[in-house]
């Protein structure tokens, strides 16, 4: 059995005629990378064409879209930069001071080595509480928003509005689970914005050198609406896998699943 053949069966999520959901697994690009083994070049070695409707990291696991025919290719496509389709992140942190809901709202852009980070210095990001509303510290812990003021974003390079809302979902003695809602799909939004906030997700190699467990980030939902079922609205949901929990001791891996379980992601605009 091929490898493709091995993820095919085994985490195929959703499918039709038109499109094809597999849950990723991590440490796989979804199409070529420098010399990377990719999901479309084994596809393809497997005599199959599949065309990403979007990315998402190599080092980050969870669902992934593609089309099988080219001509649904641009709907889907469309989908994505119409910022129709609803994704929800897991991410566990090694950190704890969440709020319970917050949103980070940060411009992008890239910098040297082709690296993304936000475009403005870290001692000008403010944070807004919850309650009061007064801005604070950019870790300040009741925090409701994070944003950098217009005059401090850099007016020297090209920069990308970009926002991430967030919901605690368990929080232990040392880590935080979180789902994450990318509203704008930015490439490694969500990395770059947890870690500019003083929370960076575990084993993350942008954050932490040479990090010995896997990135702690995990596509976990994404609806879209399908188009060989009418345009018909389609839930797919991965649920992360046992490598997910590692980082966690104990008890607190089963705690953090099972308050995920009870988890009701919240509606959202």
Known sequence: MTEWTRIRQERTLFEDEAVLALD???????VGERHDTDLVSM????????????????VTSGVVLFAKQLRVHGDLTRQFNRRTVEKTYLALTRTRG???AATID??????RKNRVRIAANRADIVAVPAASGDAGDAGDAGAALWTVPAAK?????????????LTRVWEGKEHT?????????????????????GHPIEGDPLFERAPTTRTFLHAWRLDFDAPGEGGARM???A???PDFWLALEGGEAAAAAAALAAFTTPAEA
Do not use: C
């Open 239 to 241: 649920a992360p896998g």
């Open 106 to 111: 940060l411009p992008l852009s890239v910098g």
């Open 153 to 165: 974003t850099f007016p020297h390079v090209r920069t990308y509005p970009s926002v991430t809302r």
């Open 98 to 100: 969440l709020p319970a």
């Open 24 to 30: 990723k697994p991590v440490g796989v690009s979804v």
């Open 177 to 197: 689970l979180i789902a994450a809602h990318p509203v704008s799909g930015r490439r490694h939004q969500i990395r770059v914005h947890l870690a500019w906030v």
């Open 43 to 58: 596809a393809k070695e497997a005599g199959e064409e599949l065309f990403p409707a979007h990315r998402i990291d190599k």
């Open 235 to 237: 839930h797919a949901e």
